[in-house]
């Protein structure tokens, strides 16, 4: 069993930056992809960054240029850089990761608030 702990969220104003990082209990070397996912009041939880194995990323077409996902095998860590955060990037942000045998792992997630 894997476990994924978020840490980094909390309250920005618009315009600023954060990063959210996510720390597995286990090696991640093998998990193909890890990224983030993200659900607003009221809202559907909707992708926002992939990282596959090797790097590749893929991004929600409207975060492409503001948000960058990144993963460190060696500290078994996953980030999103955000940047230019808008009010409507307030979200719980949430660590996913995909086992090579099917199985789908979430954090807890954090919660990430933009407000003046």
């Known amino acids: 069993q894997v476990q994924l702990v978020e840490s980094g969220g909390g309250l920005v104003q618009p315009g600023g930056s954060l990063t959210l990082s996510c720390v597995a209990s286990?090696?991640?070397?093998?998990?193909?992809?890890m990224g983030w996912y993200r659900q607003a009041p009221g809202k559907e939880r909707e992708l926002v960054a992939l990282i596959s194995r090797s790097g590749s990323t893929k991004y929600a077409d409207s975060l492409k240029g503001r948000f960058t996902g990144s993963r460190d095998g060696a500290k078994n860590t996953v980030y999103l850089q955000m940047s230019s955060l808008k009010p409507e990037d307030t979200a719980v942000y949430f660590c996913?990761?995909?086992?090579?045998?099917?199985?789908?792992?979430w954090g807890q997630g954090t919660q990430v608030t933009v407000s003046s």
């Open positions: 996913y990761a995909a086992s090579p045998y099917g199985y789908v792992y």
């Open positions: 286990g090696s991640i070397v093998s998990f193909n992809p």
